[in-house]
């Protein structure tokens, strides 16, 4: 995918160029383009005189970088030990089953990728699942369909 | 640092008589809230439809409307409160809005079925202050909670904020303050329960220059939101602490280390430190008393081991966040090298009350080797779950069945874990002990950051276990190979067993992986992983039993093997 490059640019010309605002780069550049394109770690790597080793070891360890475009909607499962107490395992496989794919998947239409999370501290009303900043709590494994509904494109 | 001192007899003060003289305290208010949770449950939509009430009656100018952090009743939100009477309205829909204006701020009258219902009696509740969740709690961290817009610094400088900076700055040296720290007997809230006073001096008499400081703000541990309960309702209070313990310290600069998973969190303390730089409470010459420090905020991108200290400081140079070897603690080669003390956010949170008050104050809350209050997050199978603060010392029996409601549904509560994925259940048995660092120690779990969850007869302990197990497995960043790979060894025979697959020896198999794991990893992470799994064997080893020898699962939770006539209802 070809990407525009001083957008790149924009963002590592907002610090210096120094080690430690390597994350906060990656960071910025996902939100730029949703997830880390090659072209765009090649040129942080290069513009902050970094090994491109490096800077793919830290998109690795960080979870929240994806090297893979995602698809259009991000469905959040949590799996917090609040949510888990309460039966989130049921509707991460209830998800799985409807969008048949695997946690940290993308659906093969582009239009679902699939994420497990830790905790996004709604504990009190766990079961959560988030769709595109959108929460849903409380949700039981027979709701989930009806809410994947509401994102599924006509026509599709 | 006094010379020419002529701070603030004070800016602080003035300004904070000018905003009191500007209000006045019965005039109608109306505060929502607008936490993560409240939030997700369209709290926005509520705030709207009561500006719009408000408009339509013709009442705009004379009721002020506010929108505040998470009080910590979650589950009863979107939470509306009426001042001055202080009525409380729980579950707030747009379309009750029009009503509640009309009706209860015009002509004082209470809608019956917006009251909080005591989980414990039925009975419904008016006032706030009635609420058995808050009137059983002793909030000081959260005191403001609920009243102040977490987006207007005015908001807490009215209620006192930074009147402890200002003492601080003009009244105290850096050395008094750490004397003052070390008196009050404060340990570090992140749940290792170090001495805050002796961490500080440390620092500040360690070799190197420059110092830094950083808030450990990175709640990744599963089941907890106090740290974002905290900093969503006072983010300044934070901001204080901070500030007066760079000056104790000596550091010009400082961190904030918080995960991006809370985006409102972020957005809220970046507006604080904004506010605070435009008032001189950061950045060059604070208050006029030379002393210069300002703050930066850095994302955590999705690594639990980042809560540990050498993983954080990892993270902030921009590299991968793997543990380093302690000693050298932070306090002497932190980040870049250099001195740095790390706190979590309620440690910070404390300094301005225990500045403000004294440490002979602060030393009467809670135990003898426990001093203050701690909050928990109060989540699982209880009625009332929520954020809730207490002094140390507190049975948890009180907590769990006084605030937090007892069981919801009529099932026998078996236990209550603390600690998350580094510690430990407590058993039902074991609720007669005082909450506080040493009890849990002894009782094999751990304080933890405020983790607390509870569980039933419908939780089983061993596919809990295997949970936690899972969860640490998947976050070990892989450099110690004891817990790479013991932590791996042992969900695998976790997993086996709540599969049916269990074996004889399997549990002191675990028992002893446990201890090789605990003792051959460098961090936290790797020496509090089998935690779960031990004090789970030593509470309900007869699940274990069961699992392994009998192929039967007593909570009816796993599987594999739930008999026909134990099939589990939710």
New interface residues.
């Given amino acids: 995918m070809e990407i525009d490059i001083s957008k790149v640019d924009a963002i590592i010309d907002k610090h210096s160029l120094?080690?430690?605002?390597?994350?906060?780069n990656?960071?910025a550049i996902q939100d730029e383009f949703q997830y880390l394109p090659q072209d765009a770690i090649r040129h942080v790597a290069e513009r902050m005189n970094i090994p491109i080793l490096q800077v793919y070891?830290?998109a690795e360890?960080?979870?929240?970088?994806k090297l893979e475009p995602p698809g259009k909607h991000l469905v959040s499962v949590c799996?917090?030990?609040?949510c888990?107490?309460?039966?989130s395992e049921a509707l991460i496989e209830r998800m799985g089953d409807l969008l048949k794919i695997a946690p940290s998947r993308t659906t093969k239409d582009k239009q679902f990728t699939l994420d497990v999370?830790?905790?996004?501290?709604?504990?009190?009303?766990?079961r959560?699942i988030v769709i595109d900043d959108h929460?849903y709590?409380n949700v039981t494994p027979n709701e989930v369909e009806s809410i994947l509904d509401k994102y599924v494109s006509n026509g599709d | 640092m006094a010379e020419g001192n002529t701070i603030a007899e004070s800016d602080v003060e003035r300004w904070r008589e000018k905003l009191l003289a500007a209000r006045d305290a019965s005039r109608p208010r109306i505060t929502v809230c607008g936490g993560t949770v409240c939030l997700a449950l369209a709290s926005g939509e509520v705030g709207a439809a009561l500006e719009q009430a408000l408009e339509q009656q013709g009442m705009h100018a004379s009721v002020e409307m506010k929108t505040t952090g998470c009080p910590g009743l979650c589950d009863q939100g979107p939470l509306v409160t009426i001042y001055p009477q202080g009525i409380f309205y729980t579950k707030v829909k747009p379309e009750y809005c029009s009503e509640i204006i009309s009706q209860t701020v015009k002509n004082g009258e209470i809608i019956e079925h917006l009251l909080y219902e005591d989980p414990l009696t039925g009975e419904k509740i008016i006032h706030i202050t009635d609420v058995p969740f808050y009137k059983e709690q002793t909030r000081i961290l959260l005191k403001d909670s609920g009243l102040i817009d977490p987006y207007k610094i005015e908001d807490y400088i009215a209620v006192g904020g930074f009147r402890a900076l200002e003492k601080a700055l003009t009244e105290m040296t850096p050395e008094q303050i750490i004397a003052e720290i070390k008196r009050s007997g404060l340990r570090g809230r992140g749940g290792g329960g170090f001495p805050t006073g002796v961490k500080w001096e440390l620092c500040r008499t360690a070799p190197g220059d420059p110092k830094y400081i950083i808030c450990n703000a990175d709640e990744g541990n599963p089941g907890c939101f106090q740290d974002r309960g905290v900093i969503e309702s006072n983010p300044h209070s934070l901001l204080e602490g901070m500030i007066i313990g760079a000056y104790a310290i000596g550091a010009n600069e400082g961190f904030i280390y918080i995960r991006h998973e809370y985006p409102l969190v972020v957005k809220i303390i970046r507006q604080a430190i904004l506010q605070a730089r435009e008032n001189n409470l950061l950045g060059e010459n604070i208050l006029g008393s030379g002393f210069n420090f300002d703050i930066e905020i850095q994302l955590g991108a999705g690594a639990y081991v980042c809560g540990e200290e050498t993983a954080l400081i990892a993270s902030i140079e921009g590299r991968i966040g793997e543990p380093q070897a302690r000693p050298p603690y932070p306090v002497t080669k932190g980040l870049w090298g250099k001195p740095t003390t790390i706190n979590n956010v309620k440690t910070w949170a404390w300094i301005p009350p225990i500045i403000n008050n004294g440490a002979d104050w602060f030393t009467q809350i809670g135990t003898e080797k426990s001093k203050g209050t701690t909050i928990f997050s109060l989540v699982g199978k209880v009625k009332q779950p929520g954020l809730v603060e207490i002094p140390m010392g507190v049975t948890l029996r009180h907590l769990i069945e006084r605030i937090g409601g007892g069981a919801p549904n009529g099932k026998k509560l078996i236990a209550a874990q603390t600690g998350g994925p580094s510690g430990g259940c407590i058993p039902e048995s074991l609720w007669h002990l005082p909450v506080d660092y040493d009890s849990l120690r002894e009782a094999g779990s751990i304080m933890g950051s405020g983790g607390m969850i509870i569980m039933d007869e419908s939780i089983c302990m061993v596919e809990m276990a295997r949970y936690f197990l899972d969860f640490s497995k998947f976050e070990s960043c892989g450099k110690c190979s004891a817990c790479r790979e013991g932590v791996r060894r042992m969900y695998e025979i976790l997993d086996y067993i709540t599969r049916g697959f269990g074996q004889e020896g399997d549990i002191e198999l675990l028992e002893e992986l446990g201890q090789a794991v605990k003792i051959g990893s460098l961090c936290g992470l790797g020496q509090t992983a089998p935690n779960p799994v031990l004090s789970t064997i030593r509470y309900f080893r007869e699940q274990y039993e069961a699992h392994i020898r009998d192929k039967h699962c007593p909570a009816g939770v796993c599987k594999d093997l739930v008999s026909l006539d134990a099939v589990k209802e939710n």
């Fill in positions: 120094e080690h430690r605002w390597l994350i906060t990656l960071l070891q830290v360890f960080y979870k929240v970088f799996r917090g030990t609040a888990h107490v309460r039966g999370v830790n905790c996004l501290g709604c504990c009190a009303l766990g959560v929460f709590v």
